[in-house]
């Protein structure tokens, strides 16, 4: 993996001047994954927040070939893209080696662009999707998307007389994924960024379509300072909200066990969105959230301890243990 | 081309076809295996295409050939049509020819990309088989799908006939990739009435077609490595209009790049295009204009209308976008009444959208000629030799002031 002074080197192709938010984890997020690609890159961004604010007529803060077209259809864009590569590499009409990766937020990849996502998996194209997952449709100003937890406000599902927020619980877009028996998906998180880099690496590296799932704090919709986007993130990490791992080849693998988790209140509590959760009558359905969250945690690492009960039964290979942080 | 030796013209200026290629072979093809032909020939680096009824049959004949290696495309079988006009925005973004066919409902589901594919000058060849817009769900033809779209930027061709799609889909390549043009085109050839009829075709071969297309013509390509574009920025207020205005100059400069292709296809095959076909027009006192297929079961009844001591023309119309008005006035000013048929409705408007732009240009133009217009064919009803005697009838009353201009419906139950 290129360590931290590696990368510093090397060169950034989203530049600065861009107008994403101060403390935005999107473009934290794409300038980490561009720097951890040796290979000349085709962007894709769908219709979102890192669209409208890196691109303004005449102006680009892309230094990388970019294309957007559309909202929900960012899977099938680059496809299109890969498809004319793939083309003109058979008939000897390019010799350059490229990689191609798309970008979306989760109404983009969760919602509205389900379809276009699967159609591209399954189909196997050979790019990197990127959900930078800020858990509501910030672009349009802070509305619910599959992606959001529930409790949490937004506005289109505002706590009221007869509401405490979102009243769904999040999908789970990884599972899903994972689903399609593409070579690698993974969850990744800012704040883990050596976890990152080493995941976006091995995503670049594989055959066929891979897919990451990157937690991304919007200090905006989530009512946080906008110095604190790192450490909110972390500690979705660390509550085991946003659990790190990774599945390839259909092979399930916990990247990192917080060694001391905190309770999912104490994500909560520092993000004004929930903060109607903190006042009387309302213990139930913290209650139950950590219930959720606790849920969703074995059945992901008893899913991984079986993977690698499998691995070592089979072929004595390092499983989660190698990997973690 | 003519029946009994009358005249006939079209809107090429050469007026005499050359000899047909050599090596031409005449083969029996409906309208869909037509287009699947002309896609193997043009051998499109991507096509990325979705099935549809009255389409399916034109992807099934692609893919044997994809199957056969007899082209070289990749070929994305994507989950949606809006995925496969979105992939071929991506192909064609990233330098290749690309190719596509869809049908009513599917293109209504592309509609979204359709103008981000002309707003980005990416020239897409699409074969539309023309099928009525759900609801009620039918598969039938009607011209809902692709009026619908006219709006959208794309240059619009209709073909009458099972060989004109062919030499249309070919024609269109050369067309959309015209240097100044760079726009998407639509060849239309209605749905079962075209796609699925058996007729002569008499193909090109591989060779010619290959010569008369050219190598790919790409002018930005995402996988330039020297030059990093950016594709689809964000344009507000202070440049978008601008951007509108070069499309709108882009269908300017297409019409030129139609008449030239028109000629050298013209050259290269012994078959001449233009932006309209004129039958018995010249001396006519009254005439129809139409698209598609009915313009030639229309062709077929003139010598029976002009037995029937009617001086009637027809004026088929090829372009719907760009649309020929220039042509349209010089060619039906002289007429006393001009009747135009729409197999397409345009709720709440002054008729259907065919009769709008025929009415329009010679309106404009300070023509005497009357103008009415006759809905009919909706999802897949039959137009029948009746139902032409009877608007030539009328049109011949309408001329001498016994019957009023306006929207009528042929062959519907009122």
Redesign the interface.
């Known amino acids: 993996m290129a360590n931290l002074k590696e990368l510093a080197t090397r060169e950034e192709l989203l530049t600065g001047g861009h107008r994403l938010c101060a403390g935005c984890a999107a473009s934290i997020i794409v300038r980490q994954i561009l720097l951890s690609s040796k290979y000349p890159l085709v962007v894709s961004s769908a219709t979102g927040c890192l669209e409208v604010a890196t691109t303004i007529y005449p102006y680009t803060a892309w230094k990388t070939a970019w294309i957007h077209s559309a909202f929900e259809n960012v899977a099938a864009t680059i496809s299109g893209v890969e498809a004319a590569y793939t083309y003109q590499r058979r008939t000897g009409t390019l010799d350059q080696e490229f990689r191609f990766i798309a970008f979306a937020g989760d109404g983009g990849t969760y919602d509205i662009g389900i379809q276009a996502l699967s159609g591209a998996l399954e189909r196997g194209h050979q790019f990197l999707y990127v959900c930078y997952d800020n858990q509501a449709y910030m672009n349009t100003g802070i509305q619910r998307s599959s992606a959001t937890p529930a409790g949490a406000w937004t506005t289109t599902c505002p706590p009221g007389k007869q509401s405490r927020g979102k009243r769904q619980y999040r999908k789970n877009l990884t599972e899903v994924v994972a689903a399609h028996r593409i070579p690698y998906a993974a969850q990744a998180s800012p704040s883990h960024w050596k976890d990152l880099v080493t995941k976006i690496e091995k995503a670049l590296e594989v055959e066929g379509p891979a897919f990451m799932n990157i937690i991304a704090p919007c200090p905006r919709g989530w009512r946080h300072e906008t110095d604190e986007t790192i450490e909110i993130a972390r500690l979705a990490v660390e509550s085991r909200f946003w659990p790190l791992f990774e599945v390839e080849e259909g092979r399930w693998r916990l990247n990192y066990r917080p060694r001391r988790p905190i309770p999912v209140v104490d994500w909560l509590r520092r993000q004004g969105r929930f903060k109607h959760l903190f006042t009387e009558g309302c213990e139930s359905m913290l209650d139950e959230i950590q219930a959720r969250v606790d849920r969703e945690w074995e059945d992901l690492v008893s899913r991984c301890a079986a993977d690698k009960e499998r691995a070592a039964g089979g072929e004595s290979r390092t499983g989660e243990g190698g990997a973690e942080q | 081309m003519s029946h009994r030796g009358r005249r006939t013209g079209s809107g090429a200026r050469v007026l005499r076809a050359p000899a047909p290629a050599k090596g031409t072979i005449v083969k029996a093809l409906r309208g869909a295996d037509a287009v699947a032909e002309a896609m193997r020939q043009v051998n499109p680096?991507?096509v990325?295409a979705y099935p549809i009824t009255p389409q399916t049959d034109v992807v099934e004949r692609f893919s044997e050939f994809v199957a056969d290696g007899e082209v070289?495309?990749?070929f994305?079988?994507?989950?949606?049509e809006?995925?496969?006009m979105?992939?071929?925005?991506?192909?064609?973004?990233?330098?290749?020819r690309?190719m596509t066919a869809t049908s009513a409902n599917g293109l209504a589901l592309m509609w979204?990309?359709l103008y981000?594919a002309a707003s980005?000058r990416a020239p897409i060849v699409m074969a539309v088989a023309n099928r009525a817009l759900s609801g009620p769900i039918n598969i039938h033809c009607d011209h809902s799908d692709s009026m619908g779209a006219r709006d959208s930027g794309w240059i619009q061709i209709y073909s009458s006939t099972v060989e004109e799609v062919y030499d249309n889909v070919i024609q269109a390549v050369r067309i959309g990739e015209s240097k100044d043009v760079r726009l998407p085109v639509m060849v239309m050839f209605d749905g079962f009435i075209i796609s699925h009829l058996l007729e002569r075709v008499r193909v090109l071969p591989d060779k010619k077609v290959q010569s008369f297309i050219g190598p790919p013509r790409p002018v930005y390509s995402?996988?330039?490595?020297d030059h990093?574009?950016?594709?689809?920025?964000?344009?507000?207020f202070d440049?978008y209009f601008e951007h509108k205005r070069q499309q709108v100059d882009a269908m300017e400069y297409a019409e030129k790049a139609i008449t030239d292709v028109g000629k050298e296809y013209g050259q290269v095959s012994g078959r001449l295009y233009g932006y309209y076909e004129a039958h018995e027009l010249d001396d006519a006192e009254v005439a129809v204009v139409a698209l598609g297929s009915t313009a030639s079961t229309i062709k077929g009844l003139i010598p029976e209308i002009r037995d029937e001591r009617i001086k009637g023309g027809l004026l088929k119309v090829r372009l719907f976008r760009p649309f020929p008005t220039r042509d349209v006035v010089r060619r039906l000013s002289a007429t006393k009444a001009v009747a135009v048929l729409d197999r397409s409705a345009s709720f709440g408007a002054d008729g259907g959208p065919l009769y709008l732009e025929v009415s329009n240009a010679l309106g404009r133009a300070g023509a005497k000629t009357k103008v009415t217009n006759y809905i009919y064919g909706l999802g897949g009803r039959d137009i029948s030799h009746e139902h032409i005697m009877r608007v030539y009838q009328d049109l011949t009353r309408m001329a001498r002031g016994r019957l009023k201009p306006g929207t009528r419906y042929l062959g519907v139950r009122e």
């Open positions: 680096g991507v990325a070289g495309t990749e994305v079988t994507v989950e949606s809006h995925s496969a979105s992939a071929c925005i991506g192909a064609a973004a990233a330098g290749c690309v979204e990309m981000i980005y995402l996988l330039d490595i990093p574009l950016t594709y689809g920025p964000l344009d507000l440049y």
